[in-house]
């Protein structure tokens, strides 16, 4: 499986940015889709999942501004970044696994980071 991230950049605080997240090759095995995020000088943390029947996860820290949806006929994934924050600015990570979970190591196939930045 490959993952493909697009979108990212720049945004001022309270604005929105859109992450997609495209996977290929043996694409049908995949359950949960999502990302994890590393800020400068910080360790990687959890963002958000969806598996592929829509159920969704959030850390606390984005809960109520991003959402994640899917479409799984195109095998891709979204994260919508509402109200951005500039402790928002980090690289995203696209993710993709069999199993629902907020460790790093529940995921076998990782995309490209895309670089978010928030100025205040």
């Known amino acids: 499986v490959q993952l493909q991230a697009f979108g990212g950049g720049s945004a001022q605080a309270g604005g929105s940015l859109r992450l997609s997240c495209a996977a290929s090759?043996?694409?049908?095995?995949?359950?949960?889709m999502g990302w994890f995020r590393q800020a400068p000088g910080k360790e990687r943390e959890f963002v958000g999942i969806?598996?592929?029947?829509?159920?969704?996860y959030y850390a606390d820290s984005v809960k109520g501004r991003f959402t994640i949806s899917r479409d799984n006929d195109k095998n891709t994934a979204y994260l919508q970044m509402n109200i951005l924050k500039s402790e928002d600015t980090a690289v995203y990570y696209c993710?993709?696994?069999?199993?629902?979970?907020?460790?790093?190591?529940?995921?076998?196939?990782w995309g490209q980071g895309t670089q978010v930045t928030v100025s205040s």
């Open positions: 993710i993709a696994g069999r199993v629902f979970g907020t460790r790093e190591s529940t995921y076998d196939y």
């Open positions: 969806i598996s592929r029947g829509g159920t969704t």
């Open positions: 090759g043996r694409a049908f095995s995949i359950n949960v």
